[in-house]
RNA sequence: GCCGACGUAGCUCAGCUGGUAGAGCAACUGAUUCGUAAUCAGUAGGUCACCGGUUCAAUUCCGGUCGUCGGCUCCA
């Protein structure tokens, strides 16, 4: 690098020449004052270094917010930052995804700025950015109120509107910390300490006269927050541990564009609008009963008749791939839990014992022990593995009371479970094929993306898990080879495991884009281990067989809500509660009515008859609403004909057919299971 | 469990600063017999979540309990 002028290369190619010190700001006003204008951030990569792309970073969020990267990895900088290497620059304006993240962070400070000035006494926390706003973490002995939100909204009007710059300065580490400690901001004493190396300069942002303990970068200037709102108002630990106090966590969301953010809350809406819990309540699907206790399901008729369907294609597929049903118990005595090591390292999240005789009896948070006590009951050969056996088993498990989510987090489920014993060598196939039958599982019912996540141990905490060393790293890395066998891309998440061994979680995508846990697989060596299972190998001795656990559903109650979220309420034709509802115009269609009821029925439809003395289009609105794929509406033409009316859900009146004809087609749609109608 | 908000007919919601409640839809009854998203009229329906307190008087104010919602934590 020359001493005074360094190259800068620019994504189409050119390189210029500069002086040590320009900034991006300089560069892109010198192509186009527009685009200096547009721009956001700039991204430079240092030349020379390794040019690796940026990946999510492993570190914690508040370590990726603070830390400096490495120096020679791409980084965003500010547009004010002098260049001092030769570097390749990329300007990044506000429509590139990344300058979202900066303006949200940027807006994170504005509201920070606007709380101080409002309420001086306010400790602040952290204010990143998150994937859909920004929130700041602020701790103050009086909560703030919804009135307070508002206050907060209209002061960081102001603040934009005073135009701000945002500055980047430095300052000693052990200056900035004992400016902190002053004042007692025992938070940002807290990251400053984490955060930074003894002896370093730390630092900040300033606008006007806030400033933050921050590595940025920043929007150029508060008024570049051009469209902002704040949202709600929530409690959040600090440091995420309950046992710490509980801070004031105040969200909101910000975009370059008044437009965008409407869009933004008009995505709300349509979310709102899909809510599992307005729409179970709507097509009458299901019910929570407060009488009964919370977290609890009752499935209507409708949501029963989707559940039987999902219960009945599930069966089905699994015996077609040759697992075995079973049924075990709900209540089992403590000891059993005793053994499986439940009670140890899951008691809180099970029920409490029930006393009855003399001993003490526990609900069951999960189906494998009583798979393996079927396992145990006989001696196994190798030649009886692999062993599959699958239930759908209702479990029970003690979730704390401000945590229940209608369906999708709940304390009395039925999982699609089962346990699969088989010999070591066998495991990768048996986890492939459960990875397969997954797929399987989610194609058919809809979904078309998903991401898999392997979910590892963490080796610091062993208090949470069973077993050691060897086995986990061995149970792991079988996992990562079928995965990778597959060609499956995915993302290994410590800390996720269950207590007796790492699992794959598939996460699936709904038709908004959020992701949901349900199918997951899982290794075992522990259970197997704990109740001392065994088969005869070929070589006539005994072995100890390993478990392989899977739910492809997960939860049926929560695959079941995201089901509804998916589809909003508008299921596909195989499973729709009411395929068909018939609209006779008159009274005097009744009879044929009854005809055609009867006929669909014994075709294998499920028919609904309004035959209320109500007008048709009452009739065929009520149908609508309720979301029913095909209305056949009949009169004297239709009868005559013995014909009727199609009336296609999201495609209006298709007009007349004969009945042999709509069944013929109708049969077909359910059949292939399709989502067409 | 914690922080904040909320809880009025089956549903969606009104009900100003305390004087024991109202609408629309749904339900029921009657009239109407109708060609692709709401026919008209009438009737009935609520210990204002529950318990306690303040008050001459509480749906309204205060406290507690239960539940719901948004987060935190946790999780299928």
């Known amino acids: 690098m020359s001493q005074n002028q360094i190259s800068i290369s620019l994504p189409d190619g050119a390189v210029r020449q500069v002086p040590y010190g320009t900034t991006p700001f300089e560069i892109a006003h010198s192509i186009s004052p527009r685009l200096a204008a547009a721009s956001v951030v700039a991204r430079i990569t240092p030349v020379g270094a390794a040019s690796h792309a940026l990946t999510d970073n492993e570190d914690s969020p508040e370590a990726a917010m603070y830390s400096a990267v490495s120096a020679s990895a791409p980084r965003l900088v500010d547009l004010s930052t002098p260049l001092s290497e030769d570097a390749k620059l990329e300007l990044i304006t506000e429509k590139d995804p990344e300058a979202l993240k900066v303006v949200r962070h940027s807006a994170a400070h504005v509201m920070a700025t606007a709380v101080l000035e409002l309420y001086p006494e306010t400790k602040l926390g952290h204010g990143p950015a998150t994937d859909s706003g920004f929130f700041y973490d602020f701790y103050r002995e009086k909560p703030f109120t919804p009135e307070d939100l508002t206050a907060i909204e209209a002061k960081m009007a102001e603040v934009i509107a005073r135009d701000e710059k945002f500055e980047r300065i430095h300052e000693p580490r052990e200056q900035a910390l004992a400016e902190f400690e002053k004042d007692g901001d025992f938070m940002k004493t807290h990251f400053v300490t984490k955060f930074t190396e003894p002896g370093s300069e730390v630092s900040f942002y300033k606008n006007g006269h806030f400033t933050d303990f921050c590595r940025g970068p920043h929007v150029p200037s508060t008024a570049r927050v051009k469209a902002v709102k704040v949202t709600n108002l929530a409690g959040a630990y600090w440091l995420g541990d309950e046992k710490n106090p509980q ?228 149970a792991i890395g079988s996992l990562e080879k079928v995965l990778k066998e597959k060609g499956i891309a995915y993302k290994t998440i410590p800390g996720e495991a269950a207590f007796y061994g790492p699992k794959i979680d598939i996460k699936l995508v709904d038709a908004l884009g959020r992701l949901w846990q349900l199918s997951t697989v899982q290794f075992d060596f522990n259970l197997p281990a704990r109740f001392e299972l065994e088969y005869v190998g070929e070589d006539g001795e005994r072995h100890q067989p390993v478990m392989v656990h899977r739910a492809l559903f997960g939860s049926v109650e929560r695959f079941f809500g995201v089901l509804i979220e998916h589809y909003a309420g508008a299921f596909p034709l195989w499973l729709a509660p009411v395929q068909i509802g018939l609209v006779p115009i008159a009274e005097r269609h009744a009879a044929y009515a009854e005809k055609l009821e009867a006929e669909l029925k014994a075709a294998g439809f499920r028919v609904e008859s309004d035959v209320r003395n109500e007008k048709m289009n009452a009739k065929i609105r009520d149908f609508a609403n309720l979301k029913t794929p095909y209305i056949l509406v009949f009169g004297d033409k239709e009868q005559e004909a013995g014909a009727v009316s199609v009336r296609t859900r999201g495609k209006g009146d298709q007009g007349s057919m004969p009945l042999a004809d709509f069944i013929a087609k109708a049969k077909n749609l359910v059949a292939t299971q399709s989502t067409e109608l």
């Open 247 to 474: 801070l004031q966590r105040i969200y909101g969301t910000a975009f370059f564009s008044k437009k965008d953010l409407d869009e933004h809350f008009a995505r709300l809406e349509e979310a709102a609008r899909r809510d599992h819990r307005l729409l179970g309540k709507q097509l009458d699907l299901f019910s929570i009963q407060e009488l009964a206790g919370p977290g609890l399901i009752f499935w209507h008729p409708k949501g029963a008749i989707i559940r039987k369907i999902m219960e009945d294609w599930m069966r089905d597929e699994c015996l077609r791939r040759g697992y075995q049903l079973v049924y075990t118990p709900h209540v089992m005595r403590a000891g059993l839990w005793e053994v499986s090591g439940h009670t140890g390292v899951y008691a809180k999240n099970m029920f409490t014992p029930m006393e009855l005789d003399d001993s003490e009896y526990r609900l069951k948070p999960m189906n494998c022990p009583g798979h393996i006590l079927i396992y145990k009951d006989s001696p196994k050969s190798y030649r009886d593995l692999p062993a599959r056996y699958a239930e759908f088993g209702n479990v029970y498990r003690y979730e704390r009371s401000g945590t229940m989510q209608g369906l999708l987090r709940v304390r009395g489920f039925t999982q699609d479970d089962a346990h699969i014993f088989c010999t070591p060598g066998q495991v990768e196939s048996e986890v492939a094929a459960c990875i397969d039958f997954a797929e399987a599982v989610l194609k058919t019912f809809g979904f078309n993306e998903f991401k898999i996540e392997l979910s590892s141990w963490d080796p610091n905490d062993r208090a949470h898990y069973l077993g050691g060393d060897d086995n986990w790293n061995l």
